[in-house]
């Protein structure tokens, strides 16, 4: 998702990539975390924009206002908690991040990757045009639209299947 003039617009071919994996792969769970405020009828806003392209049903967090005006919780802090909460509550094996560059998206995942060294952290970052775009660190897939996405994240999945299942057998 990105924003322009105020207004959600999808990134090109990213609905279909979220249903193939969901399609593709056995297990898969959605949940979307924005540091927008709920309060603005962004939670709202984004429940409708993932309605209206056709994203997989998921839990969405958005941060509260009450939270941001105590200065409490900066974007950063709001995701780590969320996506940590997630993952504390989830017994997946393996968890996909997806955010972008313009953030501190790379960083809070680098972060979740090590609190959770006893799970797989596949992270993907959505390069932007954005002139506040931040460097992203090793280890980390990027991509330009869904398709990018879909290819790497089908790609990486599938090998990481093949592994655990030798691994097994050995």
């Not at 609905?15 to 193939?20: G, I």
């Not at 979307?32 to 309605?51: D, G, K, Q, T």
């Not at 995942?109 to 090793?138: C, G, H, V, W, Y």
Request: glycine share 4%.
């Amino acid at each position: 998702v990105r924003r322009a003039h105020n207004l959600f617009e999808v990134i090109e071919q990213m609905p279909e990539a979220y249903r193939s994996l969901l399609e593709d792969f056995s297990g898969v769970e959605f949940q979307y975390v924005s540091a927008a405020p709920a309060e603005l009828f962004m939670r709202r806003a984004h429940l409708r924009f993932l309605r209206q392209f056709d994203f997989p049903v998921g839990g969405v967090h958005n941060r509260s206002l009450a939270v941001q005006a105590s200065r409490v919780s900066s974007k950063y802090q709001f995701k780590l908690r969320i996506l940590s909460n997630i993952i504390r509550a989830s017994n997946a094996g393996q968890v996909i991040l997806i955010g972008d560059d313009a953030e501190d998206d790379s960083r809070v995942f680098d972060r979740i990757q090590n609190r959770f060294p006893e799970k797989t952290i596949f992270k993907f970052i959505r390069m932007t045009e954005s002139p506040k775009a931040k460097p992203i660190s090793l280890g980390t897939f990027h991509f330009l639209n869904g398709f990018d996405f879909y290819q790497t994240a089908q790609t990486v999945l599938r090998f990481s299947c093949v592994s655990e299942r030798q691994e097994t057998e050995w």
